[in-house]
T-cell receptor, first 114, second 117 residues
Framework: DSGVTQTPKHLITATGQRVTLRCSPR?????VYWYQQSLDQGLQFLIQ???????AKGNILERFSAQQFPDLHSELNLSSLELGDSALYFC?????????????FGEGSWLTVV | AQTVTQSQPEMSVQEAETVTLSCTYD???????LFWYKQPPSRQMILVIR??????QNATENRFSVNFQKAAKSFSLKISDSQLGDAAMYFC??????????????FGAGTRLAVHP
């Protein structure tokens, strides 16, 4: 158990809909990362938050947004869903944004868009 | 931009044997970290081993060890005494040591390891 909690574990929704994925980082971790793992594209970095502020942005679509709340949990919002958004979405956390703190991953949220 | 390349999409090994997974990376930075993550069929990402670029000594974790060649930008993973539970997808990852938002993990495409009894 990495200590990173993600909900829901599985989600099936229709095209055009909106979903919210939730992540609770490990206790004490200030930095949260979101990754997308599709079958054909490997692990893609989406976005990083550190202590409530956005720190880095990767290949995140405009239809997607995220935030980190004062209690450090984070949410990834996916809207106007398309079939191609079906993927495993990982949240990961680390103690800080500097230096080589190990990044620990949650178990992921499986999103299926039908 | 940094890149990570895993040139072996699939590998196989007999139980109790040794296997080496290859990883190369490209960076202009001098200080960074390298990781191997294991993703079993459950799809959870599990840290296997970590190497700091400033350390010359290769990291070791039980049956797992790395061969870190900084000049060659190579970071291979050796699994000794392979076990059935080692069957998984293995990802090599790079992380900058500098701050300022550049510290995300950059992953290779992965190597799927099969272990045969």
């Amino acid at each position: 158990d990495s200590g990173v909690t993600q909900t829901p574990k599985h989600l099936i929704t229709a095209t055009g809909q909106r979903v919210t994925l939730r992540c609770s980082p490990r206790s004490g971790d200030l930095s949260v990362y979101w990754y997308q793992q599709s079958l054909d594209q490997g692990l893609q970095f989406l976005i990083q938050y550190y202590n409530g502020e956005e720190r880095a942005k990767g290949n995140i679509l405009e239809r997607f947004s995220a935030q980190q709340f004062p209690d450090l949990h984070s949410e990834l919002n996916l809207s106007s869903l398309e079939l191609g958004d079906s993927a495993l979405y990982f949240c990961a956390s680390a103690t800080g944004s500097t230096y080589g703190n190990t990044i620990y991953f949650g178990e992921g949220s499986w999103l299926t868009v039908v | 931009a940094q890149t990570v390349t895993q040139s072996q999409p699939e590998m196989s090994v007999q139980e109790a044997e040794t296997v080496t997974l290859s990883c190369t990376y490209d960076t202009s930075e001098s200080d960074y970290y390298l990781f191997w993550y294991k993703q079993p069929p459950s799809r959870q990402m599990i840290l296997v081993i970590r190497q700091e670029a400033y350390k010359q000594q290769n990291a070791t974790e039980n049956r797992f060890s790395v061969n870190f060649q900084k000049a060659a930008k190579s970071f291979s993973l050796k699994i000794s005494d392979s076990q059935l539970g080692d069957a998984a997808m293995y990802f090599c990852a790079y992380r900058s040591a500098f701050s300022g938002g550049y510290n995300k993990l950059i992953f290779g495409a992965g190597t799927r390891l099969a272990v045969h009894p």
